[in-house]
């Protein structure tokens, strides 16, 4: 098993509709973080939570919210999808010092 | 304001010769600086990375300098192989913040 799961791996929704985005880890580490990937802009933080009961806006949050069910799950919601939000989304965990990221393999969603 | 950035989208590099691959920062609080290898429908896995009071790093076939005056860091790839044909993200974090700011990435392409 993966030790950052992503689901779902792709997904198409259409224009208002609401999704969310899963991710479970298995590395028992605090921190979680939520990215998207724009070609040409590279990865950008959505949000971030350093425990179960600290959750952080990124760079870019307008439009989305996450949850933090459990140490090892952190969701995250487009309340209601729009085209500019259709990218690659990564989940990513990191233990007590921050540097090394363990990203998950990916969800790629389209808003048509 | 793109505090991290990496100003080649592309390299292209025959198998055996030297890849450089560079990153130039704007932050001056930056304490920590990663490199991070993408494969397509994978998520970026962790390469190499350097403390701001080294001036380089090496593993392998890995070597990162870091040129604190002139806010620049390079990744070197001796010799290249086709393996590492993927694409090369520049990352930094913020003393104390344990938040990642990725650059926009480099896709290297090593040919026969």
């Known amino acids: 098993d993966a030790d950052v799961t992503q689901t779902p791996r792709n997904r198409i929704t259409k224009t208002g509709k609401r999704i969310m985005l899963e991710c479970s880890q298995t590395?028992?580490?605090?921190?979680m973080y939520w990215y998207r990937q724009d070609p040409g802009l590279g990865l950008q933080l959505i949000y971030y939570?350093?425990?179960?009961?600290?959750?952080n806006k990124g760079e870019i949050s307008d439009g989305y919210s996450v949850s933090r069910q459990a140490q090892a799950k952190f969701s995250l919601s487009l309340e209601s999808a729009i085209p500019n939000q259709t990218a690659l989304y990564f989940c990513?965990?990191?233990?007590?010092?921050?540097?090394?990221?363990?990203f998950g393999s990916g969800t790629r969603l389209t808003v048509v | 304001d793109q505090q991290v950035k990496q100003n080649s989208p592309s390299l292209s590099v025959q198998e055996g010769r030297i890849s450089i691959l560079n990153c130039d920062y704007t932050n001056s609080m930056f304490d920590y600086f990663l490199w991070y290898k993408k494969y397509p429908a994978e998520g970026p896995t962790f390469l190499i990375s350097?403390?701001?009071?080294?001036d380089k790093n090496e593993d392998g076939r890995f070597t990162v300098f870091l040129n604190k005056s002139a806010k620049h860091l390079s990744l070197h790839i001796v010799p290249s192989q086709p393996g590492d044909s993927a694409v090369y993200f520049c990352a930094a974090s913020v003393y104390n913040t344990d938040k990642l700011i990725f650059g926009t990435g480099t896709r290297l392409q090593v040919f026969p």
């Open positions: 939570s350093f425990d179960v009961k600290d959750i």
């Open positions: 590395k028992g580490h605090d921190r």
């Open positions: 990513a965990t990191s233990d007590s010092q921050g540097h090394g990221y363990t």
């Open positions: 350097i403390s701001s009071i080294k």
